[in-house]
T-cell receptor, first 114, second 110 residues
Framework: DGGITQSPKYLFRKEGQNVTLSCEQN?????MYWYRQDPGQGLRLIYY???????QKGDIAEGYSVSREKKESFPLTVTSAQKNPTAFYLC?????????????FGEGSWLTVV | GQNIDQPTEMTATEGAIVQINCTYQ??????LFWYQQHAGEAPTFLSY????GLEEKGRFSSFLSRSKGYSYLLLKELQMKDSASYLC???????????FGRGTSLIVHP
């Protein structure tokens, strides 16, 4: 079945530690996105990528990094510079970035700082 | 800047009809999405509007008025499983990336 797979579902990070969230899609979509969701909040855009080897900062990119070496993969690293990383992280993709192109989401990853 | 407003929470009775409103003030407009999100799960696509008017899809309908910067999602024949958060997202000019509102938590009770 086609879809977006995020792993791990639950992740615990110690202070000062970098962690990487995996996102893989087999939908043959060009555009991929990372959003962060805090309780009672909407989705906020961290990074997005329109095509392989290209990505752009979203609204809250500080403390995060990404790579897009393959069309199918868009991993997100939460660095130690991100002071408040506890949140629900959602990876998404669309055929291409543009009007009317539905964004499909993965199942999400919960990150907790311990 | 972008501003998208939705009510924080709504309650309704099973079998009833509920309307969830979304107002927006954005730089440019290229369409509006509605998503449903159950707690701890991924948002799922419900509807997309780019032209004024009503789009009907089964129990769910979505309406758009671009001149008023207003949309609503109408849910008919409410079921308990409709208890979820409903997210309004606007595609603004330029980047063509949706900007999401904070979502409306709908509670359906018997």
């Amino acid at each position: 079945d086609g879809g977006i797979t995020q792993s791990p579902k639950y992740l615990f990070r110690k202070e000062g530690q970098n962690v990487t969230l995996s996102c893989e899609q087999n939908l043959n979509h060009d555009a991929m996105y990372w959003y962060r969701q805090d309780p009672g909040q909407g989705l906020r855009l961290i990074y997005y990528s329109q095509i392989v080897n290209d990505f752009q900062k979203g609204d809250i990119a500080e403390g995060y990094s990404v790579s897009r070496e393959k069309k199918e993969s868009f991993p997100l690293t939460v660095t130690s510079a991100q002071k408040n990383p506890t949140a629900f992280y959602l990876c998404a993709s669309s055929i291409e970035q543009g009007t009317g192109n539905t964004i499909y989401f993965g199942e999400g990853s919960w990150l907790t700082v311990v | 800047g972008q501003n998208i407003d939705q009510p924080t929470e709504m309650t309704a009775t099973e079998g009833a009809i509920v309307q969830i409103n979304c107002t927006y003030q954005t730089s440019g407009f290229n369409g509006l999405f509605w998503y449903q999100q159950h707690a701890g799960e991924a948002p799922t696509f419900l509807s997309y509007n780019v032209l004024d008017g009503l789009e009907e899809k089964g129990r769910f309908s979505s309406f758009l008025s671009r001149s008023k910067g207003y949309s609503y999602l109408l849910l008919k024949e409410l079921q308990m499983k409709d208890s979820a958060s409903y997210l309004c997202a606007v595609i603004t000019g330029g980047s063509y990336i949706p900007t999401f509102g904070r979502g409306t938590s709908l509670i359906v009770h018997p």
